[in-house]
């Protein structure tokens, strides 16, 4: 009985540290989508971007339900199922950069505002920023 409770009580404190020192904890205020991640440029880039290799299957509407079923999660969850899904004739095929492009268009094109960093993948800010649903 004394070894469980040992245990337990080493495992809670392990999970407590796990949790408190997790980036997502350690904020106060994660930062989301709607706090200007992308830059109005960037956004730009990727509007012809997206009209070239995603709006004859995709259009706004899709990508609003899309970040309504991610609600919370961070934005690398949702860039990397498109990077490893899309273009569906030839997935992970374009420049990482376009990817990023696009994100800020679609991001841009659901009412986020733009802001003064642009979004990168290899910077690890899609793993501190979250998405939230559109206004």
């Known amino acids: 009985m004394m070894k469980a409770r040992v245990f337990f009580a080493s495992a809670a404190m392990t999970a407590t540290f796990a949790l408190a020192s997790s980036p997502a ?9 709607a706090d200007g991640v992308y830059t109005e440029e960037q956004a730009a880039n990727g509007e012809s971007l ?4 995603c709006a004859s299957c995709h259009n706004m509407d899709f990508y609003d339900q899309s970040l309504g079923n ?6 690398s969850f949702m860039f990397e199922e ?3 899904t899309m273009p569906l004739n030839a997935p992970g095929f ?6 990023e ?9 659901l009412g986020f505002p733009a802001g003064e960093t642009e ?13 939230v649903r559109p206004d």
């Open 50 to 53: 997206y009209e070239e290799h």
């Open 25 to 33: 904890v350690m904020a106060d205020d994660p930062e989301t989508i």
């Open 70 to 75: 991610r609600v919370n999660q961070p934005v």
């Open 82 to 84: 498109v990077l490893g």
């Open 101 to 109: 492009d696009i994100f800020a268009y679609i991001f841009s094109g």
């Open 94 to 99: 374009l420049p990482i950069e376009t990817y």
């Open 119 to 131: 979004l990168r993948y290899d910077s690890g800010m899609m793993d501190q920023v979250r998405l």
